[in-house]
């Protein structure tokens, strides 16, 4: 079955850079979403179909895409963005979605 | 404003049954795609499965293996998920979501405890 890679854990110390990636096969034939859970919350979603910010969402999140390999930013990284990550796709029919193992940023 | 609210979780045996219910409110239901996914307690998000606004398409994840049925009543502004053979490895909170290109609503999860 289709499965999204992404590295465990990512540390940066308040007001660095985040980057954190998702490698998946199909991923330069279908979006990429990017969810951020707190603990003891339900999923938000970050990033939109690879790179796009939805409502509410502060700027300093972005997403890009090149071939196999999505990537979450977040620059200027605060606190609160503590949280675990996960990006989400569909596998190359479209019609079965998958979600990364998740990430867990750390901000020192 | 929109709401989930799923029910239906518990404590079952292995080999087991059960049948998930999530209420929908303040969107027109049958408008939209709705999932099951579901969390293992300290893990990461799985989906379960995903339903068309008709309720005629229906997909898996290949886990599943055929346990588990999608189902909706759009009369009823309500989504299902029937869990038969139930294991220990589905033990975790079950989410029913929308999840879309502009925005995501979740339930709250209803916890299944699958242990003898």
């Known amino acids: 079955s289709y499965e999204l890679t992404q590295p465990p854990s990512v540390s940066v110390s308040p007001g660095q850079t985040a980057r954190i990636t998702c490698s998946g096969d199909?991923?330069?034939?279908?979006?990429a979403y990017w969810y951020q859970q707190k603990p003891g919350q339900v999923p938000l979603l970050v990033i939109s179909?690879?790179?796009e910010r939805p409502s509410g969402i502060p700027e300093r999140f972005s997403g890009s895409s090149s071939g196999t390999t999505v990537t979450l930013t977040i620059s200027g990284v605060q606190a609160e963005d503590e949280a675990d990550y996960y990006c989400q796709s569909a596998d190359s029919s479209g019609s079965y979605v998958v979600f990364g193992g998740g990430t867990k940023l750390t901000v020192l | 404003e929109v709401h989930l609210v799923e029910s239906g979780g518990g404590v079952v045996r292995p080999g087991g049954s059960l049948r998930l219910s999530c209420a929908a409110s303040g969107f027109t239901f049958d408008d939209y795609v709705m999932h099951w996914v579901r969390q293992a307690p300290g893990k990461g998000l799985e989906w379960v499965s995903l339903i068309n606004g008709d309720g005629d398409n229906t997909y898996y994840a290949d886990s599943l293996k055929g346990r588990f049925t999608i189902s909706r009543d759009n009369s009823k502004n309500s989504l299902y998920l029937q869990m038969n053979s139930l294991r220990t490895e589905d033990t975790a909170l079950y989410y029913c979501a929308i999840l879309t290109d502009f925005f995501d609503i979740w339930g709250q999860g209803t916890m299944v405890t699958v242990s003898s």
């Open positions: 179909k690879d790179s």
């Open positions: 199909a991923l330069p034939k279908q979006y």
